[in-house]
Structures are given as C-alpha cells and as structure tokens.
C-alpha cells in the first residue's frame, strides 16, 4: 500500500537530515556537546538557530556516538578547532600533480567549505563529515580527489600544512584517514 501524501507532505528527506545535521556539527559548542548532544541542540533551537522539525531532522543518535567515540577524543585535544573554512583560490597557486593540468590552464578558481580542520603538533588534521548511507570503508576512498584539493588550497592558506585527511561517517561512526597519493 502506497503511503498517504498526507503523511509524506512534512517529512524530511535524507539530504535535509544531512544538511541539519552538518549545521549542527558547524554549530554546535563541541564541549556541551560531548555532554549532552540532547541538551546542545535544544540550545540551539531556543536560540533560534533550528526550528523544532529541524532538529527532528539532525542524526542525533550518530552525533551521540561521535562525541562519546576516540576520533573526537583526538579533536578535544587540539590546541586550534576550525570549522566551516570557506575558500576560494586559484587553481595555478596549489601545488597539484599533472593530472589536474587542465584546469590550472584554464585559469580556473577553487571554492570550498572544509567541515573542520584541528590542530596537532606536527600539522593541521582536515576532516570531512558524510551523512551518506555508506555501506562500507571503501565507499569513502571516492572522495580522494575532493580532500586533495582541499588539502592543497588549505596548505596556501594555513600556517603549518595538512598533515592527514579524514572522511568522518556518520553512518559507519568513523573517521578514515584516507591516503593522497
């Protein structure tokens, strides 16, 4: 039986779960957070950052797991914690292999948001949070070429280079170094 359109008119689709739950990640005090991830994001709809449907849409269960796991144990001890780092920079300034020779050619501009990038001793860490439904590790080697470009605009832009590159997965509740070749 086909669900009613009544009921389906309101509901939130996976992509708006997704984005709320992005927000939340850009928003949220990481601190009352890794306390009470319940209580963080009532804070922020009294402070009328979401709407109550909104917050309904964040993945507050996977949000839970992320602040009581190890990869965010690692991020508590930074000594810098950025988030949503905009950027847009011309493709010819990065230091790219050839196989991205096109586009420095065509003079084209880079633009991105970086999720978050924390600091350790020897490097910047940049991570890149996914709400996807991945169904294992390997899915989030596709998106090698997306942390190698962000990893080349963020070393012009930062004071110590990037050391590491992680996908953080929301649904496999855990953040994979994937390797730049």
């Known amino acids: 039986q086909l669900p009613r359109l009544s009921d389906e008119i309101g509901k939130l689709s996976s992509a708006q779960k997704g984005t709320f739950t992005h927000l939340f990640m850009e928003l949220a005090d990481y601190k009352n957070a890794s306390e009470d991830a319940d209580g963080e994001l009532s804070r922020l709809v009294k402070e009328g950052y979401f709407t109550q449907k909104e917050a309904g849409g964040v993945y507050i269960e996977a949000v839970k797991r992320f602040f009581g796991g190890s990869f965010y144990k690692r991020i508590s001890r930074s000594s810098e914690l950025i988030r949503e780092k905009r950027f847009l920079v011309s493709f010819s300034d990065l230091k790219l292999n050839e196989k991205y020779e096109k586009y420095v050619s065509a003079g084209t501009m880079l633009q991105g948001v970086a999720d978050c990038i924390f600091k350790e001793d020897d490097g910047y860490v940049l991570v890149d949070y996914k709400t996807d439904n991945f169904r294992d590790i390997s899915e989030l080697y596709g998106y090698r070429t997306q942390l190698e470009l962000y990893k080349a605009?963020?070393?012009?832009?930062?004071?110590?280079?990037?050391?590491?590159?992680?996908?953080?997965?929301?649904?496999?509740n855990e953040g994979v170094e994937i390797e730049l070749v």
């Open 153 to 172: 605009a963020l070393d012009l832009l930062l004071d110590m280079p990037v050391k590491a590159c992680y996908i953080y997965s929301f649904r496999l």
